[in-house]
């Protein structure tokens, strides 16, 4: 997922900003109560809506500036596998609900909150612990680039780009597989000593039937 452009209007401090993106990794640097953490949770309204911001009121994000009669408005343009996708979620002071669009190569693919959310799950592959654990990292953990050891810096790297919490759950994956076939071999295992203790039941009543027959043909 390459983030392209964030666009905000009413949004927490921001009036009308449109802030565009570079390829690679993106660095958001400045003084406190400059805007770092609203340009994180726009991000995160504009993919997973009002729920995963930690607050349903639209209060809690739309400016304090806003007349009653504006909107909140965040929209975030983002590319996967060379396709174009956007999002656009507007929301009201004081409202409980807010509404939202997805567009892939700007034709609209879902409308409505409940809709938007699982086009979103299915286009990114991820919900949000997901998207938080392999896209986005916070500022302490930055920090870690400071340490002289590589290998710690090493570390942080595989976590930020995702590569060791997939590696972590592919493991976790892969060890409930094995766990299930362990148990699927468990239990072919017994019913192969079942089988077998029949078999051995059915050979021993022939033989000793067989055995009958020859006695009695020798008197």
Not at 90 to 105: L, N, P, Q
């Amino acid at each position: 997922m390459i983030i392209d452009r964030l666009v905000l209007k009413n949004f927490k401090r921001f009036r009308d900003e449109e802030i565009k993106f570079r390829d690679g990794i993106t660095g958001i640097l400045g003084n406190n109560g400059t805007g770092k953490s609203s340009i994180v949770e726009a991000i995160f309204f504009a993919l997973f809506g009002t729920e995963r911001t930690g607050s349903l009121q639209g209060d809690y994000i739309v400016s304090s500036f806003a007349s009653p009669r504006e909107k909140c408005e965040v929209r975030l343009d983002f590319r996967i596998g060379g396709d174009n996708y956007t999002v656009v979620r507007t929301i009201r002071k004081g409202k409980t609900g807010h509404d939202a669009t997805f567009h892939r190569e700007g034709k609209l693919m879902a409308t409505g909150v409940s809709q938007v959310e699982t086009e979103i799950r299915r286009t990114l592959g991820m919900g949000r612990v997901d998207f938080k654990n392999t896209i986005y990292a916070a500022q302490k953990d930055l920090l870690i680039l400071l340490e002289s050891d590589p290998g710690k810096r090493k570390e942080w790297f595989l976590r930020a780009l995702g590569i060791d919490y997939l590696n972590t759950e592919s493991q976790k994956i892969l060890r409930e597989r094995a766990d299930a076939k362990t148990g699927e071999l468990q239990s072919l295992e017994g019913e192969h000593k079942a089988i077998t203790g029949r078999q051995s039941e059915i050979n021993l009543t022939a033989l000793r039937a067989w055995a009958n027959e020859y006695n009695q043909a020798l008197t």
